[in-house]
């Protein structure tokens, strides 16, 4: 057999902070908090929590526990667990679909550099409230400027990944993950503070059960799925550099909980600015981008000063986040390449940034100039996350719930929970996380997907 020496992370923080890098991002700032105020506010929450822990979590460990049983890219993983079958192709289909996701993905990851570099410039705080509320549109519709910084992200993220898994991914991670926790409280701490903010604390705490509609069920589902980075593999490539002396459940709870934190504390960094400010919480995806800016340039009328830095403080925040997920996309593929096709990093990584360049290009072109080409109604941008969040993800999902709970060996499965049987603790968890592997969660997601199939 070919020997590799593969990479792993250095300790059990290192393994947290990666997967929760991958986990927290763009689905936590931005997209949590518009479909928190699409669906309903703290009704939707509840669900996002539950399904979390009794879908999301069993579909994370499915995969935590492929990836490391195998030490395998998710390709490889196939092969190696199951040699010889048509397993191989859930390995194909988890190399594309995380490529696919990236390349939309940078797009918004664009969008925060812009915002960023506007902040800087103290765009918000020197514009009127008309500017304001022309800007995200105009930039969007824009040819070139968008594309660009789709450029600069995917450079970013580029560069990370080509520094390797403890150099460049185990060390950005470590180092921003916590100064993120930190950025979140203080945006939180000023916009609960903002007069009228009230309103928005009640509407994430107090639900409203008549908007909780089958659509609302399975969006909340979807986010936490999302959220989790799940049904692509993007953990089982993680979980592949996680040591085996590592407790793989510890570090699975320890993301999820840090991802549904993350989340929670954004949703309550935006919502009550967003009250504060008068603005419609079901906004859409324009939320924090169109909204938000509105806020900057209210502070900033009476204090310039502070306007600008807390509209600095926010869009770090998104950048960051967004980084540390879109590298664990982006690592998906390059471990494919290196290990499967015996290219170098750098190729692997050239390789993978052209695809995703060219298909974020029609992305993001697709708020402009490509805004008339329709794929089954859809504008690009809205086709590709439609067919990952609601079909490729979900799909994904299952299989591998199906792969750990079905295919895999009983005592294999468990040996990876418990370390051999050496943590105490987890055995006591094996059955309740198997039952739900085996059972619950691909019998829920058989039910997400029927839902999304109706609804669209
Ligand atoms: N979970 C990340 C977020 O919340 C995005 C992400 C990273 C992702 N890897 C993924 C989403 C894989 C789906 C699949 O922003």
Request: charged share 15%; aromatic share 14%.
């Amino acid at each position: 057999m070919e020997q590799r020496t593969r990479e792993s992370f250095g300790s059990r923080f290192a393994v947290i902070m990666a997967m929760a890098g991958s986990a927290i991002g763009l689905g936590n700032i931005w997209r949590f908090p518009y479909m928190t105020g699409r669906y309903g506010g703290a009704a939707f929450i509840l669900v996002y929590v539950a399904t979390s822990f009794l879908l999301a979590l069993p579909i994370m460990l499915s995969e935590t526990i492929i990836g490391r049983r195998s030490r395998s890219n998710t390709f490889g993983a196939m092969e190696n667990l199951a040699p010889g079958t048509r397993w191989k192709w859930l390995g194909l289909l988890t190399v594309l679909s995380p490529m696919l996701i990236l390349s939309y993905y940078s797009v918004v990851g664009g969008w925060s550099v812009e915002y960023l570099l506007k902040s800087c410039m103290q765009d918000f705080v020197r514009a009127d409230s008309g500017e304001v509320a022309s800007m995200f549109g105009s930039f969007i519709s824009s040819a070139w400027p968008p594309v660009i910084m789709h450029t600069v992200f995917l450079l970013m993220v580029a560069g990370i990944v080509l520094a390797g898994v403890k150099s460049g991914i185990e060390r950005f991670t470590k180092l921003t993950m916590p100064v993120l926790f930190v950025l979140i409280v203080l945006m939180l701490v000023y916009s609960v503070s903002l007069p009228g903010a009230r309103k928005g604390i009640m509407y994430l705490v107090k639900p409203d059960f008549s908007r909780l509609t089958a659509e609302a069920v399975a969006a909340a589902m979807g986010q936490s799925f999302f959220s989790l980075s799940l049904g692509v593999g993007t953990m089982l490539t993680y979980a592949s550099y996680i040591r085996k002396d590592e407790n793989i459940f510890a570090s699975g709870v320890g993301t999820a909980v840090s991802d549904m934190a993350f989340a929670l504390l954004a949703g309550f960094a935006v919502m009550p600015a967003v009250f504060a400010g008068g603005i419609e919480p079901g906004a859409g995806p324009g939320l924090v981008f169109e909204t938000l800016p509105f806020i900057f340039n209210k502070i900033g009328a009476s204090m310039p000063w502070l306007g600008t830095a807390i509209s600095v403080i926010f869009f770090i925040t998104i950048l960051v986040a967004a980084l540390t997920s879109a590298i664990s996309m982006m690592e998906v593929g390059t471990a494919y390449l290196v290990e499967e096709k015996h290219m170098n990093r750098f190729g692997a990584v050239a390789v993978i940034f052209c695809f995703v360049w060219a298909a974020g290009l029609l992305c993001s072109l697709s708020f402009g100039p490509l805004s008339h080409v329709r794929i089954f109604g859809n504008g690009i941008f809205d086709f590709l996350d439609k067919l990952c969040s609601n079909f490729l993800m979900t799909f994904g999902g299952l299989l591998f719930t199906v792969f750990a709970g079905w295919k895999m060996k009983t005592s294999d499965v468990r040996d990876e929970f418990t370390n051999g049987g050496t943590i105490r603790s987890n055995e006591f968890w094996f059955k309740t996380v198997y039952f739900l592997i085996r059972y619950v969660a691909p019998a829920a997601i058989v039910m997400i997907f029927v839902t999304n199939l109706i609804i669209d």
